[in-house]
């Protein structure tokens, strides 16, 4: 089993948020294709936040009302269990508080303390999950190359 963490990108576009939707049709094909692949996909609770500040940002109300159902629908149906993605755990105040330490470092490097979050799930399922394929599905270049590939077992030595 794959798993896949979702990037605000990922989720903009697969919820449809007018102005965040370039990748529309191209995400919904990926969509499809992982979940037939069995893919176990991931919500970090970063995501849900940009994308719901991405939605309040909708120019046009009755979108932005669309949006924002869309959202709370998908949102609480993964919290409920009922979406093909499983919302990611919150940092404990330690985890936190070392996210925020390395921040102005990151910060530098033009990678925002979301993606630091997204980053840092990324770097846990790698750690719990040492012999599956973990990656980061993204469009945003900070975040794309993040994909830990593991052999196949018949290749292994």
Known sequence: MTICILDTSVFCNLLDIPAFNQHSKDTHSTLEQYLEAGHNLLLPLAAVYETGNHIAQV???DARRKAAQRFVEQVTGAIAGR????????PDPEQLTEWLAQFPDCAMRETGLADLTIIKEFERQCALHRLR???VWSYDHHLRGYDRKVEPRSERG
């Open 83 to 90: 979406a093909p993605w499983t919302p990611t755990p919150l």
């Open 59 to 61: 120019s046009n109300g």
């Open 133 to 135: 394929r973990v990656f």
